[in-house]
Structures are given as C-alpha cells and as structure tokens.
C-alpha cells in the first residue's frame, strides 16, 4: 500500500513536468528539448538556494523564474534567430548543463539536514507518503487551475490559435512569436518548479538527473490521451495528471516484476513507445476487433 | 476628396533578390480601390495574382513602391498589424481555420481581428446567437456544427466558414484568393452566390481572383486582367457586361 502511495505521489509531483511539456508539445506543436536541461536546472537552483539559506518557497519561485528565462531564450532563438525549434531546445539544453555545474560547483549537492518544503510540522503529522501526495496536489490543482483557466480567455484562445494554424493566426492579428515565446515560457517556468520539487522530495540536485525527462513528460501527455479518449481541453489537462500517476504505477508493477532499476529510462522508452504507437496498432491488427472477440459470447 | 480605401503605387516585387535567381513576380503595379469597389482579378498561372494578395496583405514585402490604406503609408507595416483593417479568404480550406477549435471558437478569434487579446474569460456562450444567425445565412448547415472543430466540416462547410470570419467584423478590405477553386461546382456555386449577397449586403470593398471566367465577368463591379507581373486591361461595370467568355479568353493570351 506504501509503494503505491508513493508512486501516486511521485505522479503528482512529476505531473507538473507533463502540464508543462502539454502547452508546448500539444498546444504550440513544438517539440521543446530545452525541458531536459530546465528540470535539472530548477533542482540545482532550488537546493543551492536552500543550501545558502534561502527559504524553500522562495527557492521554489527562484526555480520557476530561471525556467521562465531558459523557455525564452528558446523562444528567441526560436523566433527571432530562426533556428529550428529542435535545435534551438538542444541548444539551450546543452548550455544549462554548464551553468548548472557553474550553479552546484559539483555534480551533486544534497540537503541533508536542510529545511525544505517537504520538512515542516503540517506533513510530519501525515502519514508515510502522503507528504508528496500533499504538496503534489497542492501544486497541480494550483496550475492546473492556472492554465486552464488562461486557456478559456480571449488571450488563450489566441495561443491556441497559434498553434493549430499559425497562419490563420496571424492573418487575424495575433503575436504568433509573442505567444509561442510566452508559451516557451511558462511551460519551461513549470518544468523548473517541478525540478525543485522533485529534488526537496528527493532530498539532493543531481547534474544527471535531467536525463529521459522529456520521455516522462510525453509518456503522461500520451497515456492520458491513449486511456481517455475525446475529451475537452480542461479534461485533457487533468488527464495529463492521472497520466503521470498511472506512468509511475506502471513503473511500479515493472520493478515488482524484478526488472533492474539501471534499466528504468530504458523501460520508459518501450512504454511510450508503445503508448505512441497503439493508434497505428489498432489500426494495423484491428486490436479492437480483436479484444472485442475475446470477451464477446461465442456463437 | 476621400482617399481611396486602398493605392498600391508602383509596386515591384522580386524574389531572391541578389541571386542569380532573381525573379521579378509584379511590375509597377499602381492601382486605387475606393470604398465599395469589389474586383474581380483574372490572369494565367504566374501572372502574380497570389502575390498581389500577398503584398496587399504583408505576407510578402514590396521591392519599390508604395502601399496606403486609407491614406496611410502601410508599406512596411507588418502582416498582424494590417489585419486591422484588411482580412483574406485562402483558396485552400485548411488555411483559414484552426483544424481542432470548434466553429464557435473560430468565428469568435475571427469577431476580434486585430484587437488586443485581452485576459478575460472569451464567454463564448453569449456569441451563440449572433453566430446561428450569422452561420445560417450561408444555407448548409453549418449552424448545427458551432460546436464541432473544423476538421470534421466538409470541404465547402470549412470554406463558408473561413468566408464569415473574414467578413464577421467589416474590413475595410476583403481578399478573396480563388476560395471557391477547391469545391465542387455546386458547392463553389453556393458559396460565390453567396460570397455575392454578403458584398452587396455588406457594402465590402473586396478584391476576388478567380480561375472561372463565368465567375470574372457575372461578379464584381471591376474586371482587371493580370499579365506577367502587370495590369493589362481594367474593365468597369459597363464594359464587363458586353465582353462574352470567348472574348476575354483572347484578352489573357
């Protein structure tokens, strides 16, 4: 019971990635990479910050405002300097991984003894787990309410816009580099607190652990989309939430089946893989067709 | 004296500039559009048809010359600043309108051409009357689809619609790039006939290509004949209505 508590509490920390990674990947149909380089960079600002002295909201904040530079660095190289969207995210990544060695002087800072947001009476009082449960629910209910909310404006339906047809978009008016920058902005700003989430949770900032980030933001987009078909935007928003937390108990049952955790990005790969891949499947074997036979009555 | 709603005044455009590929598409084009005019522009394929549009509408910068609106230099003025005032009908249906928002959701982005954005609730519910009545009036159901994103319309119900989004707030310039081409002849002749009322109605001032000869010489209170980057003739409302087919088909040669 204590396993799965844990692993929906890590899938409503980690969900914070996922909203973030929708608004880029989904919304703008931009393929961000620089979420690679932004999670890892919030932790390192995060821990170092709390490291120092700074309290951990604050350090938090500090976090979601170096992801909000970092998305519009993207955006600007992206808009303004015409790079690829591709490139201009590997590039921004590939550049955090210095600043973030220049931020933690080493490769792994731990806050051992530390305050952080996950060390205060409130939680203590909880049971085992149900800290990250908290603080997880906390924080997504917050954005998600946030973002959902910024989508149904005027404002966000023309972000919308931009991305489904930016042609049409800009033919009535709106900003497309504007929004797209924006959008690079607040999704990277998610990513970063989800960062300093993840590593007060974890207890230390790693120069690694940004690695497969990307593939477990797609993986909750994407089992959120593949388990709950036709819905509306704000439903999709919450499916990205319910996506994470069913990613981390597949995660689960695959190490209860005796699987090596080295193997995890690997494991996380084939998952996504197979997600992404079930509409051709279905489409190629007639998957429906055939699971409907095996539970139809034979004649 | 008013100025006129739109001047082009010698306009060149070149591509690739520089380059040994360089391609000179308009040449000196001048052109004055007044208030309630509604052109019909015919020409073979390459006679810079498109890149007139292009131009008018800041997706395409001129080389030499001018561009006013209104008596207002907007020549370098860029593409979402010029929607202000002016709004364009793609001959391809998926260019004008977001495939995954809802008809509703189109119409209203459309209501708000030009406008700043602002960060209140959109309210669509309350658009809903105006937009049956509006949506009615093109005849093909498209009023019971308000709630459908565009990707699932038929070709001529997304076309009619990308036609009301850009007359649903005036412009003071409507361009009409062959929007019919991509329909089926019955569908294309709806929606022209259609196109036709809400002008007239509307009293747009609007600029139509068109690959249907029929269609140049039946609509339109100006016929103007593009020939390899310049304007070979302009025919006015009288001398429209005794050229026949046959014989405009031997002024685009």
Redesign the interface.
């Known amino acids: 019971m204590n396993m799965i508590v844990s692993a929906i509490g890590q899938g409503l920390l980690w969900a914070l990635l996922g909203l973030g990674l929708y608004l880029t990947f989904r919304i703008l149909n931009f393929a961000d990479m620089t979420v690679e380089g932004t999670f890892p960079l919030g932790a390192a600002v995060a821990v170092t910050s709390i490291t120092q002295g700074v309290s951990p909201i604050l350090a938090t904040l500090f976090a979601g405002v170096i992801g909000i530079i970092a998305g519009l660095i993207t955006g600007l190289l992206y808009t303004k300097g015409k790079i690829p969207s591709l490139l201009a995210g590997i590039l921004v990544m590939t550049a955090i991984y210095s600043i973030n060695l220049r931020i933690m002087s080493k490769s792994n800072i731990s806050l051992f003894g530390k305050a952080n947001l996950f060390v205060n009476k409130f939680l203590s009082n909880l049971p085992k787990y149900f800290d990250s449960v908290f603080i997880g629910l906390l924080f997504i209910i917050i954005f998600t309410l946030f973002i959902s ?2 989508l ?7 972000f ?2 931009t991305g ?2 930016p ?10 580099d504007r929004m797209i920058i924006l959008g690079l902005m607040i999704s990277n700003g998610l990513v970063g607190i989800c960062g300093a989430l993840i590593a007060q949770n974890n207890g230390y900032a790693d120069i690694n652990m940004g690695i497969g980030t990307i593939v477990i933001a797609l993986a909750s987009i994407i089992i959120g989309e593949v388990i709950f078909k036709n819905l509306t935007l704000n439903q999709r928003l919450v499916a990205v939430t319910l996506g994470s937390i069913i990613y981390r108990l597949l995660l689960l049952l695959v190490l209860q089946l005796g699987f090596n955790t080295n193997d995890l990005n690997l494991i996380s790969a084939i998952v996504l893989a197979i997600c992404m891949m079930l509409p051709q499947l279905e489409k190629k074997f007639n998957l429906k067709k055939v699971l409907l036979k095996g539970v139809r009555k034979h004649d | 004296m008013t100025n006129p709603v739109l001047e082009l005044k010698e306009i060149t455009t070149k591509v690739n500039q520089g380059t040994n590929r360089e391609l000179t598409i308009l040449k000196n084009i001048s052109l004055k559009v007044n208030k309630g005019d509604y052109i019909t522009i015919i020409g073979t394929n390459g006679s810079g048809k498109s890149t007139l549009f292009n131009v008018i509408s800041g997706l395409m910068q001129v080389s030499v010359g001018k561009i006013y609106l209104n008596g207002k230099d907007i020549t370098n003025l860029k593409e979402e600043n010029r929607s202000k005032f002016l709004s364009r009908v793609f001959q391809d249906p998926k260019l004008g309108t977001a495939p995954r928002m809802t008809v509703a959701e189109n119409l209203l982005l459309a209501l708000k051409r030009g406008e700043k954005r602002n960060f209140l609730p959109r309210n669509l519910k309350n658009y809903f009357p105006q937009f049956i009545q509006l949506t009615k009036s093109m005849h093909n159901g498209l009023e019971n689809r308000l709630n459908a994103p565009t990707e699932v319309l038929s070709g001529g119900q997304r076309q009619a619609l990308s036609f009301l989004m850009a007359i649903i707030k005036k412009p003071d310039i409507l361009l009409l790039d062959e929007h019919t081409a991509a329909l089926d002849p019955k569908t294309s002749a709806t929606l022209m006939n259609e196109t036709d009322n809400q002008i007239s109605r509307g009293h747009l001032t609007a600029l139509m290509i068109t690959h249907k000869l029929e269609d140049a010489l039946k609509f339109g209170n100006y016929l103007l004949i593009l020939n390899q980057g310049k304007i070979k003739f302009i025919f006015g409302k009288e001398e429209k209505k005794r050229l026949t087919v046959n014989e405009l088909e031997k002024f685009l040669i």
Do not use: C
């Open positions: 909310f910024s149904n404006t005027n404002f966000g339906q023309a919308i816009a489904d047809n042609q049409m978009a800009k033919s009535l008016g709106i900003k497309t």
